[in-house]
């Protein structure tokens, strides 16, 4: 097996969310996007906070919980932890609906309006980091943080994301039902280091530990998002006017932080950030270094 890959596995079960995020969660609330011309999308969301709204958005495989350790120190921002179509709570997209980037634009922008949301700052991580900066190029948001994006791979450095993916998804079938059957969960295994993923992984309760493992195998739109993301140009050309920061964990195994220099040669104007020993998840890694990193995008404006 590949090691990032396994250590995929065995990183995500040892996550324990922090009590300052468990404390009085609300459910998730439910908003429906609609764009011109598409059926209705439907997002599940959770809203905290007061101040400028934040929209925070997930990665591939994962869900709006990846920000429960963050949020708490992201004073003087409202923020809004979305579930992208298919993962989380959120219901997949409608066959309709196609899954390029330019409709993804489209209905995010929709389910801004639903918010009553207007240009409001966006961090995304992986894939919600490409979404993020393709917002931005759209004029829909007022700042944009990414977190280690996808789409500024070499054409190997995909096809070896992909196969990482998979293999986690792979393994993620052979997990049993039952959370207390999985050695992954012993508590003496979360603290051993990550290869690459969660570096310095913060603690996770175990059921979200099972959700997370069984992310890759039951989230519908997978294979169709690793699909999509085989189009070549997913990120082109510029974003002025708008502040954005590019941040990366330089312990990135799964996109290397070589990629990070391409994005900023693509957006000149980026504010490009070295996350120190972090892997490809650094609001598990450093949470409290990830929200300085958001607080400081702010005061960049």
């Known amino acids: 097996m590949i090691p990032v890959a396994s250590s995929l596995i065995s990183a995500v079960s040892r996550r324990q969310r922090p009590a300052s995020a468990r404390a009085a969660r609300p459910h998730a609330f439910f908003v429906e996007g609609r764009a ?16 400028e709204p934040l929209v925070l958005l997930h990665g591939v495989g994962h869900h709006r919980q990846a920000w429960d350790a963050v949020v708490p120190s992201l004073t003087g921002h409202e923020t809004i932890a979305l579930d992208l179509p298919g993962f989380g709570e959120s219901p997949d997209l409608d066959p ?60 190997a450095e995909r096809r070896y994301a992909y196969a990482v993916l998979n293999i986690a998804r792979q393994g993620a079938r052979l997990l049993p039902e039952a959370p207390v059957a999985w050695p992954a969960l012993n508590i003496s295994k979360r603290e051993a280091p990550a290869d690459g993923l969660d570096v310095r ?35 082109s ?40 020993g972090c892997g490809h998840v650094p609001m598990a890694d450093a949470p409290d270094l990830v929200a300085r990193v958001l607080r400081r995008q702010r005061a960049h404006e």
């Open 201 to 235: 992984p913060t603690p996770w309760l175990p059921e979200v530990s099972a959700a997370d493992l069984r992310m890759p195998r039951d989230a519908a739109p997978f294979k169709a998002i690793l699909r999509a993301g085989r189009a070549p140009g997913l990120f």
């Open 36 to 51: 011109t011309g598409l059926v209705p999308v439907t997002v599940a969301y959770e809203r905290l906070g007061d101040g």
């Open 237 to 276: 050309g510029d974003i002025p006017g708008v502040p954005v920061t590019i941040a990366w964990g330089t312990r990135d195994r799964l996109l290397p932080p070589r990629q990070a220099e391409r994005a900023k040669a693509m957006i000149p104007g980026a504010r490009l950030v070295p996350l120190p």
């Open 96 to 155: 309709a609906v196609p899954r390029d980037l330019e409709t993804t634009v489209a209905w995010m922008g929709a389910v801004f309006d639903a918010l009553g949301v207007e240009r409001p700052h966006v961090a995304g991580h992986s894939l919600g980091g490409l979404i993020a900066l393709r917002l931005a190029q759209a004029g829909l948001a007022r700042s944009v943080t990414a977190l280690a994006p996808t789409g500024f791979w070499s054409d």
